[in-house]
């Protein structure tokens, strides 16, 4: 309910005429989770309430300064190592009083619903996946949506869209793509304000990340009929099982073939590099098939111990360790080899690594065994960890591999899409 009130705010000021922040004077907004610099602040909180504090904890807040709503809170505080009165100021926080990294999401939600989009949109979830598309598709608009989305609030954002379409429609073609959005009713809002608009909706996640607890024939269902509404006008997914399930195009992730050339150097810098995020806190063994790879490798060339690059991090520290996608294609412009290790399931699909790998012309050390059943598998080219034996290692790196066909690579070089 709250953050369907402040979805009406929202909707409320733009009716006004009126984007502008909370004063940032007056307004100043406290982060208790995260990290404790301004570089871990989540961009969407920073865009619409400026003034962010980060690095509190709930010791900084007295209980009563609390419950009188004194303090204005983003993000939710970590219950490890909580004393009794900490658990209560938690509890309070949690139950009482506003979120605004939450709030901060849902004008998000607003402002790509109501205000007019560019010819080429793209809305996704996630800075990162943000930074990725925007080089990789140059000529779409690529903007963040926020994951704050929830079934009533969206229902609401449908309503306000209904009684003001004349006030918000825009009559511009084009073409829109949404990520990852599984809700109806906030793509029944969008197609009511931007009938001229081309509406995909893709998944460049598996469905049971982006639709967790639903059931596959039923979100099919949902899909078909939105399509057959006219309320999206295809589905895709980058997962060619997903695609299967749901009975929509497979079409697997790409980049620009244009920028890996101009990332690509001549000089090697890094033996191989491999930047990603441990599957949760608790769980830091993604790179434990690597370790035995590194280890042999060092055995058989001992001067590229140096010259490994592993920089893996923790899901809560994405905003403040992370490396910019531009920076990272640097580094593996000028690296030997690539690692690509799944994070979550081994029958993920196809991450970007793998594109980036094939357009640069790079060798692939991996432990996503569905590769060996892809168009681009060569073993000339691919060290598939759990298939190949580790003794095969020595003749993969002194090796030469085999070029990639100019028809396989047109595949995944999004300027062909």
């Known amino acids: 309910m709250m953050l369907a009130w402040q979805a009406f705010i929202r909707w409320k000021s733009l009716l006004a005429g009126s984007a502008r922040f909370p004063d940032r004077d007056r307004f100043r907004v406290y982060r208790v989770s995260g990290g404790s610099t301004q570089q871990d602040v989540p961009p969407l909180l920073k865009k619409y309430f400026p003034d962010v504090e980060p690095g ?6 007295s209980l009563t300064g609390l419950l009188s709503g004194r303090y204005r809170l983003a993000g939710r505080p970590d219950k490890r190592n909580l ?11 949690r139950h009482f009083l506003t979120d605004y990294e939450q ?3 849902i004008f998000n939600l607003v402002d790509s619903v109501f205000l007019p989009s560019r010819e080429k949109s793209w809305f996704t979830p996630g ?17 963040e949506i926020s994951e704050y989305s929830h079934a009533f609030t969206n229902r609401v954002i449908w309503l306000l869209a209904l009684f003001s379409r004349r006030r918000f429609m825009e009559r511009e073609k084009g073409m829109t793509v949404f990520c990852n959005v599984t809700d109806p009713y906030l793509l029944k809002a969008y197609r009511l304000l931007h009938p001229g608009k081309t509406v995909c909706l893709r998944f460049h996640d598996m469905l049971e990340q982006v639709a967790a607890g639903k059931n596959p ?31 929509i195009t497979f079409r697997p992730n790409a980049v620009n073939g244009r920028v890996m050339e101009a990332v690509d150097s001549p000089a090697r810098h890094y033996f191989y590099v491999f930047v990603g995020m441990y599957r949760s806190d608790g769980d830091r063994s993604r790179l434990d098939g690597l370790a035995e790879i590194r280890e042999r490798a060092v055995r058989l060339f001992p001067s590229v111990a140096g ?5 893996v991090i923790l899901s809560g520290q994405r905003f403040g360790n992370r490396i910019p996608y531009p920076a990272y294609l640097e580094m593996i412009g000028r690296s030997e080899i690539m690692v690509d290790m799944y994070r979550i399931d081994p029958g993920e699909g196809l991450s970007f690594r793998i594109p980036e790998a094939l357009l640069l012309g790079r060798k692939v050390i991996t432990n996503r065994l569905m590769v060996l059943d ?44």
């Not at 509190?56 to 807040?61: P, V």
């Not at 925007?134 to 779409?140: A, K, N, Q, S, Y």
């Open 83 to 93: 004393s009794f009165f900490g658990k209560v100021k938690r509890f309070v926080v």
């Open 103 to 105: 709030v901060a999401g």
């Open 307 to 311: 010259y490994i690059r592993e920089h």
């Open 127 to 143: 800075i990162h996946v943000v930074e990725m598309f925007r080089v990789h598709l140059p000529e779409f608009s690529v903007r």
């Open 56 to 61: 509190r904890s709930l010791k900084d807040f």
């Open 217 to 247: 024939d039923a979100l099919r269902k949902k899909l078909h009929d939105l399509i057959g509404r006219k309320v999206i006008d295809r589905a895709e997914s980058y997962h060619e099982a997903d695609a299967r399930r749901l009975d």
């Open 374 to 417: 892809c168009d681009f598998y060569d073993p000339s080219r691919f060290f598939v960890i759990g298939h190949d034996s580790p003794g095969r290692l020595e003749a993969f790196l002194k090796g030469d591999f085999r070029p990639l066909s100019p028809e396989i690579r047109k595949r995944y070089d999004s300027r062909e899409w």
